[in-house]
């Protein structure tokens, strides 16, 4: 699904697992959905400690994605409620604290 102008998702997930990685995300995995949805290739999920871990990690793959020339669809911060979505188009980001991610089970939900 790439995005014109853009690099490739594959290439685009590396970028965003290794920001994650960077600030110390907790639990990242990585959901290949191209054969689930047409909106996206990949979701990415990781956990972050504390609400303001949570958005240092979605801003790190914000940035990140901007150094290459991605620029993010949307970023969603629920600021009070522990989970970031930051959509690159080919690759959705999603940080969550535990809780919350333990509670929307996004992984099982988008289980292929």
């Known amino acids: ?12 997930l590396a970028l965003v697992q290794g920001a994650l ?20 290739d990949f979701m990415v999920i990781s956990s ?7 958005r240092a990690q979605a801003e790190k793959v914000t940035e ?7 620029r993010p669809l949307g970023v969603e911060d629920s600021r009070e ?3 970031v979505l930051v959509d690159l188009v080919d690759v959705v ?3 969550m604290r535990p809780e919350v991610r333990q509670f929307y089970n996004l992984e099982k939900l988008w289980a292929v």
């Open 1 to 12: 699904m790439k995005a014109k102008n853009q690099i490739s998702s594959e290439a685009l």
């Open 21 to 40: 990685e960077d600030l110390k995300g907790q639990d990242i995995v990585v959901l290949d959905v191209r054969k689930r949805c047409s909106f996206t």
């Open 48 to 54: 972050g400690t504390s609400d303001r871990h949570v």
């Open 64 to 70: 990140k994605a901007k150094e290459v020339g991605v």
């Open 81 to 83: 409620g522990g989970w």
């Open 93 to 95: 980001v999603h940080v």
